[in-house]
């Protein structure tokens, strides 16, 4: 048997209840350090230990008493003795509760990890889909006929270097290289400069661990009334004007 033949038999086994075959495999697995069997008994015998003494002493009904003692024939009341027959029913029903919870408890902890690893998926699907939606924003940029292109970087020993992209209708396009990951609590803000005018913001962004950054701005933009695209490192939270100079600045 493999271990998730033996998983459910893990709370029997603690109790001594395990078929001879099941509690055979589950000594070998143990004797071997299984890294699963191991951890498993473990976890099954402290729950056992928990909910067995958690479980509260019950004293027997007296119309329990009544029944059990008018079912045996050829005893007088007074003379039959009902503890050993409670004590029986009593861990009996001891059991039987703590195998339930011990399964309960498993069931409990494998939902709380499908629903944990459903919410991971979601999240990476949500991401790819932001991710998709901005490289057809890209994709839409480059493709249109009337595009302007920007070079910047070329003439720096060790620089930012990239391109920018300018459309009036579908927005402006940033592709980077050489552009460090931002520091702890700082981010990349591009911004763009019109001709006599003061900077607008557009758009926060960071760089991939590679140095490689893609930054889209949607929608219309002046590209003749435009002076200069420029990237600032601010504060996480961004910023309405640039608080430093600029990491570079692609001039029209």
């Known amino acids: 048997m493999n271990c998730d033949d033996l998983r459910d038999s893990y709370e029997l086994f603690v109790l001594g209840l395990a078929e001879d075959a099941e509690a055979a495999e589950i000594r070998a697995h143990l004797a071997r350090s299984c890294e699963n ?3 498993g008994v473990r976890r ?3 729950l056992s230990s928990l909910l067995g003494a958690s479980a509260p002493v019950e004293e027997p009904p007296a119309r329990l008493r009544k029944r059990v003692s008018a079912m045996v024939a050829g005893e007088t009341r007074s003379r039959w003795n009902w503890s050993p027959v409670w004590a029986a029913v009593a861990a009996g029903a001891l059991i039987a509760a703590v195998v339930f919870n011990l399964r309960a408890h498993r069931a409990a902890e494998s939902l709380t990890a499908a629903e944990t690893r459903l919410e991971q998926l979601r999240s990476e699907a949500s991401a790819q889909n932001r991710e998709l939606a901005r490289l057809n924003e890209a994709f839409a940029i480059l ?3 009337n595009v302007k292109q920007v070079i910047f970087g070329g003439g720096a ?3 930012p270097r990239g391109r920018v992209f300018l459309d009036p209708t579908r927005g402006v396009l940033l592709v ?3 552009l460090p990951p931002a520091p702890a609590g700082k981010i990349y803000e591009m911004w763009v400069i019109p001709k006599g005018g003061k900077p607008v913001p557009a758009g ?3 760089s991939a661990s590679d140095g490689t950054a893609l930054h889209v701005l949607s929608g219309p933009v002046n590209v003749a009334g435009t002076a200069a695209v420029a990237v600032t490192l601010e504060a996480a939270a961004g910023a309405t004007v640039p608080n430093l100079p600029p990491v570079f600045a692609a001039a029209l």
Do not use: V, Y
């Open 157 to 159: 020993p060790q620089p």
């Open 204 to 206: 926060l962004f960071q």
């Open 176 to 178: 980077a290289s050489n």
């Open 44 to 46: 099954a015998r402290e």
């Open 37 to 39: 069997c191991g951890p």
């Open 143 to 145: 493709n249109q006929p």
